[in-house]
Nanobody, 127 residues
Framework: QKQLVESGGGLVQPGGSLRLSCVAS????????IAWFRQAPGKEREGVSC????????YTADSVKGRFTISKDNAKNTVYLQISDLEPEDTAVYYC????????????????????WGQGTQVTVSS
């Protein structure tokens, strides 16, 4: 059974940092693309970053580039999202998702393309 489990969310002050983790089980990263999405209250889900499990190529949305960094550890079957200089606008539930493919779209991850999803982890940025 293919599963994704996110962790690392929490309450952080503006300007702080977090590292979110997404642990995959039931499949290996080599054959999948893992993406991070976020959904703020009252807003549509937004794809912020993705990484190709086989070669490590990445996509990061312009809106968060420079603050969000995606990475992976194939040995741990885990994908990370490092978020720095957090802003209140980053408050959202963050989800990781997996798709059996070998590239990240140049237009960014689209949620309808991803088959497997984690349960999400809440990130709240507030003073």
């Amino acid at each position: 059974q293919k599963q994704l489990v996110e962790s690392g969310g929490g309450l952080v002050q503006p300007g702080g940092s977090l590292r979110l983790s997404c642990v995959a089980s039931g499949f290996t990263l080599d054959d999948y693309v893992i993406a991070w999405f976020r959904q703020a209250p009252g807003k549509e889900r937004e794809g912020v970053s993705c990484i190709v499990g086989k070669d490590g190529s990445t996509y990061t949305a312009d809106s968060v580039k420079g603050r969000f960094t995606i990475s992976k550890d194939n040995a741990k079957n885990t994908v990370y999202l490092q978020i720095s200089d957090l802003e209140p606008e980053d408050t959202a539930v963050y989800y990781c998702a997996a798709e059996f493919t070998f590239y990240c779209s140049v237009y960014g991850p689209a949620d309808y393309e991803f088959e497997y999803w984690g349960q999400g982890t809440q990130v709240t940025v507030s003073s």
